[in-house]
């Protein structure tokens, strides 16, 4: 199932399902992207705060179930991540999404929700940046517009030229439906009914602020549930400050990551540019993509949006 393709003037209907925001930063974020050609819809909860959450698990929802029917909103986007999308999947009619879709985007802790809209609703969903991301940044912006505004034909995910993909695969060349995001997303909902289906998937992993010991520990977490034996291959993206300032009771990221993920001999690409550093390239979950490990680059055999 595709949502239709955003254009300019249509209306962006911002929420919060995870953690609150700044004000501000909210009302700074929605004159830029008015600047770039769209209409603005805020959520009624978009400003509430209680603790880490943006207001009310059934506010949070409540705002995400009526911009999937307000006829007047053409895409979701989220406005930041943190934590509390879990809280409201139970709450979430993905029947109603299914009879009502559109384009719905965020990434971090919006990694519950990009999921299950996708695999309970058949709708392809967008790892992007979000309301309060950096989109002055031209790769960022570059890759969002692209994905969200001319997907409608197959393309091509392509990091910026002086930061290249690294690969490791005995294939040449593996195709699959992309799934996954942020890692710590990932292993919360495992033995849950909204935990993520890596069969025959091309798994996306990417993370913030976690230490070496808690990258491999989640890893691990992956590999005891059958998680990463499931999968046909694996998309590392950006592991954003979780290197550590000296290294004489740690094994380093590249250690993890050689031991815990290249150990599998699973074809592998990392260094994508997605992530919580920038450039944050646009991914589409639930797409059919082709990896062309020779070429190190990344092609969606179909359109994302219609």
Request: one cysteine or more.
């Amino acid at each position: 199932m595709l949502a239709k393709r955003l254009r300019k003037g249509d209306t962006i209907g911002l929420v919060s399902p995870a953690g609150p925001e700044n004000a501000d930063k909210i009302k700074k974020s929605i004159g830029y992207i008015k600047s770039l050609g769209f209409n603005i819809k805020e959520g009624k909860h978009i400003y509430d705060k209680i603790g880490y959450l943006a207001g009310k698990d059934t506010d949070r929802a409540k705002d995400l179930m009526d911009m999937f029917e307000d006829k007047e909103v053409d895409m979701i986007l989220c406005v930041r991540g943190g934590y509390g999308s879990m809280r409201i999947l139970p709450l979430i009619d993905f029947e109603t999404i299914k009879q009502n879709p559109k384009i719905f985007a965020g990434f971090s802790d919006i990694t519950t929700l990009l999921n299950n809209i996708w695999s309970k609703c058949g709708l392809i969903t967008f790892h992007s940046p979000m309301c309060n991301s950096n989109l002055s940044d031209k790769d960022t912006l570059d890759s969002f517009l692209k994905t969200l505004m001319f997907g409608n034909e197959p393309y091509t995910i392509n990091n910026p030229s002086n930061m290249p993909i690294k690969c490791f695969s005995p294939e040449p060349i593996i195709s699959g439906q992309l799934v996954g995001g942020n890692l710590s997303l990932l292993c919360s909902t495992i033995g849950s009914k909204f935990e993520v289906n890596t069969k025959d998937k091309l798994l996306f992993i990417e993370d913030v602020g976690e230490d070496p010991y808690k990258i491999d520990r989640m890893l691990t977490q992956l590999i005891l549930c059958g998680k990463l034996d499931k999968c046909k291959g694996i998309v590392l993206g950006q592991f954003t400050n979780c290197e550590l300032p000296h290294y004489e009771r740690s094994l380093t990221l590249d250690q993890v990551i050689e031991d815990r993920i290249l150990s599998l001999k699973k074809p592998t690409l990392t260094n994508i540019q997605s992530g919580h550093s920038y450039p944050k390239l646009t991914l589409p979950i639930g797409a059919k993509i082709k990896i062309n490990f020779v070429e190190q680059k990344i092609e969606v055999l179909q359109p994302v949006v219609s």
